[in-house]
């Protein structure tokens, strides 16, 4: 079946404008995170939904970053003002609930959405 | 807090020739750990956790609590196995993963 995708696959930007980022998870699953990946660097955790409600969002850096997942299955991840600081690799991945209270479901990631501020 | 090191960035060996990829981390709580890979222009992938014991692909990897580790192995490498390699632990109740910054190994022929 399809993987999760995401779009743009690019997106180049000015300082100070907004963008928004499109995570298509797998059907059916009803986790899903989103994480920046910077040059050199391994993916960064920002938030965490389960179904429609963010269940952790302590990753997210500054009230700049905003995500949503209104109907529980594709998520929005927000920035207003970019930086160029906020320039990396911005990766989605979903997974099944985890089984049992320590027992973490594969995650199954997309391609990312590389993101440019000039 | 919690933390996943990897101390080396890259990793250089000839093919057939073992090869050990180092992860140590710091976390408070009963520890979940993973290995994942990316293959050139190829998507970030799970390669194995420790709550499965299993081997994948001819790598194994053992949980040691009190060296605070998770060290991946092979025996004898393939030149298929140059990748990027992340550990990551997973942290509150499966909420939150923290990865490493990755080693990329390189198998030379």
């Known amino acids: 079946g399809a993987g999760v995708s995401q779009t743009p696959s690019n997106k180049v930007t000015e300082k100070g404008k907004y963008v928004e980022l499109r995570c298509d998870p797998i059907s059916g699953h009803t986790a899903l995170y989103w994480y920046r990946q910077s040059l050199g660097q391994g993916p960064e955790f920002l938030i965490y939904f389960q179904g429609t409600g963010a269940a952790d969002d302590s990753g997210l850096p500054n009230d700049r970053f905003f995500a949503v997942r209104p109907e529980g299955s594709v998520s929005t991840l927000k920035i207003q003002r970019t930086e160029r600081g906020d320039s990396a690799v911005y990766l989605c991945a979903s997974s099944l609930p985890g089984s049992a209270v320590m027992a973490g479901s594969e995650q199954f990631f997309g391609p990312g959405t590389r993101l440019t501020v000039l | 807090a919690q933390r996943v090191t990897q101390p080396e960035k890259l990793l250089s060996v000839f093919k057939g020739a073992p090869v050990e990829l180092k992860c140590n981390y710091s976390?408070?709580?009963?520890?979940?750990l993973f290995w994942y890979v990316q293959y050139s222009r190829q998507r970030l992938q799970l390669l194995l956790r420790h709550i499965s014991r299993e081997s994948i692909k001819g790598f194994t990897a053992d949980l040691n609590k009190g060296e605070t580790s998770f060290h991946l192995k092979k025996p004898f490498a393939q030149e298929e196995d140059s990748a990027m390699y992340y550990c990551a632990l997973i942290v509150n109740y499966g909420q939150n993963f923290v990865f490493g910054p990755g080693t990329r190994l390189s198998v030379l022929p």
């Open positions: 976390y408070s709580g009963s520890p979940e």
